[in-house]
């Protein structure tokens, strides 16, 4: 990688640790340059503005909000079991969000919870619905393939993926020491509740 993206690269990384862990408001451009080891000259050459690094910030964590980078092929062939289909995903979700940039990002998002910078909304509300929107269109597949009842697919898109968030906000903000095995049990423990519910069988 050329030496102009790798520090590109990592002026967003250093910034989006001091956004976690500062805030935005609590984060100039001089505490970035000195991060990062540069001269602040050498942040605006990639970046106009600290909203700048941080729209910049949004836009890479956008690709994976919902998950939609995870569909693979050979998790969508598991769509004709859709009960595992459901747990490998969800696993898979997990393992993204448990990621160190992952977590940093999200506390970012709960810190600066609807505060709004040229136009882009901090919400975890908005990544909550990308995430919604794609488990709205499993669902209404499965629904389609008579494998689950007929319930309104958003109803079931919610339902399902609120507690996911819960245990996301409670164990995947921030720097914990949790094993992601634990997370996993209560994971599956409620997609096994969940699809008691929706079993069409």
Do not use: C
Not at 82 to 110: C, G, T, Y
Not at 171 to 192: A, T
């Amino acid at each position: 990688m050329p030496k102009y993206a790798n520090t590109k690269k990592m002026i967003m990384e250093t910034t989006l640790a001091l956004f976690s862990r500062l805030g935005y408001e609590g984060t100039s451009i001089r505490n970035i340059a000195g991060e990062v080891g540069v001269r602040e000259s050498a942040i605006y050459n990639h970046f106009k503005s600290k909203e700048d690094i941080l729209k910049a910030i949004v836009n890479e964590f956008k690709a994976s909000a919902a998950g939609t980078n995870l569909l693979n092929e050979e998790l969508l062939d598991e769509l004709d079991n859709p009960h595992i289909f459901m747990k490998n995903f969800s696993a898979k979700l997990i393992e993204q969000w448990n990621s160190d940039k992952e977590r940093k990002f999200f506390r970012l998002l709960v810190m600066e919870q609807f505060r709004e910078v040229e136009g882009i909304n901090l919400s975890v509300t908005e990544y909550f619905n990308e995430t919604r929107a794609v488990w709205e269109m499993i669902f209404g597949q499965m629904i389609k393939h008579k494998f689950i009842k007929r319930y309104d697919p958003k109803l079931l898109a919610e339902e399902f993926i609120a507690p996911l968030y819960f245990m996301r906000m409670e164990n995947l903000v921030g720097k914990h020491n949790i094993k992601i095995e634990k997370i996993m049990k209560s994971v599956n423990k409620h997609i096994d509740f969940f699809w008691s519910a929706i079993d069409i069988n």
